[in-house]
């Protein structure tokens, strides 16, 4: 046995052999080797680490590609829009998804907790959003099926952990792993535009753990780097700062508006919104009541809603007569005539 094997190594090493799953013991052992004193008392122990890590690494490689589990990490979307919470190691997104809905995902202070992904749901005014929990991603590893459900979902959300001082480091981490698939994040670069394949995926930016010193700090810089490319919001999942904000936020990254229909010489309905992507006109609000009377809508009239982001929503006044084509906002209610 070396010498001045560190504590940290031994940690690492103790979090190899307890290890359950391939992806947890590749984790351990690429800390292992991270750690591990460079001299020539470790020269032979360091090969062993690396040819056990490559074994590992070919085992998952070749576990996946005879494919099969893939189905069971893809989540079915329930609820007006799915975002993911991505990130690197022990960011907090289990803590996350536990402090926003009511699931309740494994939660611990060792890397790799979280294994397959887990969706809750959120509710936010008088809609239910579906975040969904993921195994955590490194600069030089991520689950190949989580681009898979990345893609499916509508936004994402990069959760990263404001204790530490690698905060740009963690976002650079997801953004590449999602580069190298073609999902981009944040403000354009200037070599996404030779990426013909590439999908763009609303994002935001959870600085997390703001309840620890120097994280308020940590996310001023964090901001500063990430001005006019991706929002930083700080939260807290253990006290509960910053949460609303958030929620408001996630709302806001989905891109729908609430809108609410209601019968001539009734009371509107104000219980269940439908729910459309921004930019939807009166026309394809009728076509989701249904199809025949997107057929045979004559005219529409308008009045603002509860939640409007103006008093009287985007009628000019209650009850405005509107075309087919006019824009709906958050909150609308609207009277369908054929
Ligand atoms: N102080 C503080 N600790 C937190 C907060 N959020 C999470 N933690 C702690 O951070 C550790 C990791 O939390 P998890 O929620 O398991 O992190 P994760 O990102 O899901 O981790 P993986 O599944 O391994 O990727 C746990 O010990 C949590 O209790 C927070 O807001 N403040
Ligand atoms: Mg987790």
Redesign the pocket.
């Known amino acids: 046995m070396p010498a001045n094997l560190t504590p940290d190594y031994l940690a690492a090493e103790r979090r190899f052999r307890e290890a359950t799953t391939t992806a947890q013991k590749v984790a351990a052992l690429q800390e292992m080797l991270a750690v591990i004193p460079k001299h020539k008392g470790t020269d032979h122990l360091r090969g062993d680490l690396k040819r056990r890590l490559a074994r590992l690494r070919q085992e998952l490689q070749q576990r996946r590609s005879h494919g099969g589990r893939e189905a069971l990490f893809l989540i079915e979307r329930h609820g007006a829009g799915q975002i993911a919470l991505l ?1 690197t ?8 998804l536990a402090a926003l809905t009511n699931a309740q995902p494994q ?8 294994q397959h992904p887990q969706p809750g749901m959120m509710p936010y005014k008088d809609v239910q959003i579906q975040l969904v ?1 993921t ?2 991603l490194t600069a030089d590893f991520m689950e190949p099926w989580l681009a898979d459900l990345t893609r499916r979902a509508d936004a994402v959300a990069i ?1 990263v952990d404001l ?1 530490t001082d690698d905060a740009l480091e963690q976002v650079q981490a997801v953004r590449e792993q999602l580069a190298r698939r073609h999902l981009l994040v944040g403000r354009p670069a200037a070599r996404d535009a030779q990426d013909e394949h590439a999908t763009r995926c609303p994002a935001l930016i959870v600085g ?5 010193p120097g994280a308020p700090d940590r996310l001023a810089v964090l901001r500063d780097l990430l001005a006019g490319d991706l929002t930083v919001l700080g ?5 509960g700062e910053g949460l609303e904000r958030l929620r408001t936020a996630l709302f806001d990254l989905l891109g729908l508006v609430r809108v609410y229909t209601k019968v001539p010489g009734r009371k509107p309905d104000l219980d269940t919104p439908y729910i459309l992507s921004a930019g939807s006109t009166v026309l394809d609000l009728a076509g989701l009541v249904h199809k025949d009377l997107q057929r045979q809508l004559k005219s529409a009239r308008i009045w603002g809603g509860p939640d409007s982001p103006s008093p009287a929503g985007s009628a000019k006044y209650p009850g405005q007569a509107v075309e087919r084509d006019h824009i709906l906002a958050d909150g609308d209610v609207i009277e369908l005539h054929r």
Not at 107 to 114: N, R
Not at 208 to 212: A, H, I, S, V
Not at 235 to 239: A, E, F, G, Q, Y
């Open positions: 990130g190691p022990s960011s907090g997104k289990s803590s996350l939660i611990a202070d060792y890397p790799f907790t979280t929990d195994p955590p959760v204790a997390n753990k703001m309840d620890l939260v807290s999942s253990l006290t």
